[in-house]
Nanobody, 121 residues
Framework: QVQLVESGGGLVQAGGSLRLSCVAS????????MSWYRQGPGSERELVAS???????NYADAANGRFTISRENGANTVYLQMNSLKPEDTAVYYC???????????????WGKGTLVTVSS
């Protein structure tokens, strides 16, 4: 089995910072792109940022300049540093990753269960 587990969410005041982490574990052969998505109240899930295995990054406009995605390949971990948080950043943040597992050798997209970020005004 392959699991993604997020951590680091919580309640923060506007202007504050949080660092989210997501660790992939299980029968992992290789991890390609890793991403952070979020889903706010009454909204659809949207991409926040993504990073390739080589470290190339892509950001949504809402995250550009405030959020930084990074990863540690040896630790199967992806991070999202969020600064200058705004109330509209309130959402459940999900980690996703393209993983090839020892179990079936297919490149599949896996999701974590999410971590809640609440930004108060």
């Amino acid at each position: 089995q392959v699991q993604l587990v997020e951590s680091g969410g919580g309640l923060v005041q506007a202007g504050g910072s949080l660092r989210l982490s997501c660790v992939a574990s299980g029968s992992i052969f290789n991890i390609d792109d890793m991403s952070w998505y979020r889903q706010g109240p009454g909204s659809e899930r949207e991409l926040v940022a993504s990073i390739t295995r080589d470290g190339d990054t892509n950001y949504a406009d809402a995250a550009n300049g405030r959020f930084t995605i990074s990863r540690e390949n040896g630790a199967n971990t992806v991070y999202l540093q969020m600064n200058s948080l705004k109330p509209e950043d309130t959402a459940v943040y999900y980690c996703s990753a393209q993983i090839v597992s020892h179990l079936d050798w297919y490149n599949k997209l896996y999701w974590g269960k999410g971590t809640l970020v609440t930004v108060s005004s």
